[in-house]
């Protein structure tokens, strides 16, 4: 069965330090993946999506098949970077379900 | 930028009462869904809709479950007979293509509030 694991319900980091926001995946095919974000008592929001090569708002995520892994990174954390971030899966067999991670709150002290 | 809008925000109901829970998604999206999200929990996914029927579901969607788009720009999840289990955020969503991409991707609602006492 797939899963999505984000091994860290909290991220606490410094303004101007880099992030690195953790998923692994377990699943059987090609993987579709997603990072979602969401803001303080906002709706979620698609950030990124692993076929794109897009960076949106500084964040980049790589698939590493070998590793099963899709973290997100960014290389300065911003104070409105605060939020809680998801990974989630999309499938299985061509479905449009996702199957989301826990999730990881991110806080950027000053 | 377009939105989907869910209302209530926040609805209390009675166990065993039914409660219909709206959505009003993107006027060209054609695909819709319904994600639900336990205090604490992760996001689940409930139900996918498309052309007016379900197109796939979840073990969670049981028979005290059904969603319907009435009048061509509402899209409801009806829960027949509430248990306190069913205390959760649920969240709509639509997206325009059957595989969202990084343009058209999900656009999800703010959500609903359902506390069941």
């Known amino acids: 069965a797939q899963r999505v694991t984000q091994p860290e319900k909290l991220l606490s980091v410094f303004k101007g330090a880099p992030v690195e926001l953790k998923c692994n995946y377990s699943y059987s095919g090609s993987p579709e993946l997603f990072w979602y974000v969401q803001y303080s008592r906002q709706r979620l929001q698609l950030l990124l999506r692993h076929i794109s090569r897009e960076s949106i708002k500084g964040f980049t995520a790589d698939l590493n098949k070998g590793e099963t892994s899709f973290h997100l990174k960014k290389p300065f954390a911003q104070e409105e970077d605060s939020a809680m971030y998801y990974c989630?899966?999309?499938?299985?067999?061509?479905?449009?379900?996702?199957?989301f991670g826990t999730g990881t709150q991110l806080k950027v002290e000053l | 930028e377009p939105e989907v809008t869910q209302t209530p925000s926040h609805q209390v109901t009675q166990m065993g009462q039914e409660v219909i829970l709206r959505c009003v998604p993107i006027?060209?999206?054609?695909?819709f869904y319904w994600y639900r999200q336990i205090l604490g929990q992760k996001v689940e996914f409930l139900v996918s809709?498309?052309?007016?029927?379900?197109?796939?579901k979840s073990e969670i969607f049981d028979d005290q479950f059904s969603v319907e788009r009435p009048d061509g720009s509402n899209f409801t999840l009806k829960i027949r007979s509430t248990k306190l289990e069913d205390s959760a955020m649920y969240f709509c969503a639509s997206s325009e293509a059957r595989y969202p991409t990084i343009r058209n991707g999900y656009t999800f609602g703010s959500g609903t509030r359902l506390t069941v006492v």
């Open positions: 006027s060209n999206h054609l695909y």
């Open positions: 989630a899966l999309k499938g299985p067999g061509g479905g449009n379900k996702l199957t």
């Open positions: 809709f498309y052309n007016n029927e379900i197109s796939e």
